[in-house]
T-cell receptor, first 115, second 111 residues
């Protein structure tokens, strides 16, 4: 399996604080993604990246920002955490040079609770 | 109407049973289809792609029906280890990176 790790695995934070989640991959894949998963919903795309410093918004990007300064790292920042951002966050990569139609490999997830 | 709909289940079946899940999608221009498996509190993992001609991998068979806009997953000879949530995934033919995940169907296989 492709090497993709997320940190932290669990986090509890207070409303209004900034939070950064990290995704690290060792496979030199071009495309990286951040998804959130909530009960009763499918995974929803927050942001994605198609190269270093190249990012774009997904369907639920409000309140989130991302950065990709190196191929291997993709950071997700909650600028001012709200309770509605309590969720499980998954980072993913797709094919080495292709998009999601080549299939995703997901990280283990980060469980974030905003209190 | 959701773009991708799945019966949430749960499906409770005995070991050795055959079970089938359907997933309907609303965008007739959708071009790529997948089934992912997600164990409890784990990440989703790609199970198989779904081709127009169908796709079989051991005990698992996936079918696509474009006319009726649904895909199916058939599991034969169910094992306890098949207990998981199965996610239907559709990629529309709109370019870009849009991917639509179903909310999943839960399967419990019991001894």
């Amino acid at each position: 399996d492709a090497g993709i790790t997320q940190s932290p695995r669990h986090k509890v934070t207070e409303t209004g604080t900034p939070v950064t989640l990290r995704c690290h991959q060792t496979e030199n894949h071009r495309y990286m993604y951040w998804y959130r998963q909530d009960p009763g919903h499918g995974l929803r795309l927050i942001h994605y990246s198609y190269g270093v410093k190249d990012t774009d918004k997904g369907e639920v990007s409000d309140g989130y920002s991302v950065s990709r300064s190196k191929t291997e790292d993709f950071l997700l920042t909650l600028e001012s955490a709200t309770s509605s951002q309590t969720s499980v966050y998954f980072c993913a990569i797709s094919g080495r040079t292709g998009g999601p139609d080549q299939g995703y490999t997901f990280g283990s997830g980060t469980r974030l609770t905003v209190v | 109407r959701k773009e991708v709909e799945q019966d949430p289940g749960p499906f409770n079946v005995p070991e050795g049973a055959t079970v089938a899940f359907n997933c309907t999608y609303s965008n007739s221009a959708s071009q790529s289809f997948f089934w992912y498996r997600q164990d409890c509190r784990k990440e989703p993992k790609l199970l198989m792609s779904v081709y127009s001609s169908g796709n079989e991998d051991g005990r698992f068979t996936a079918q696509l029906n474009r006319a009726s806009q649904y895909i199916s997953l058939l599991i034969r000879d169910s094992k306890l280890s098949d207990s998981a949530t199965y996610l239907c995934v559709v990629i529309p033919n709109t370019g870009g990176f849009k991917t639509i995940f179903g909310a999943g169907t839960r399967l419990f296989v019991k001894a």
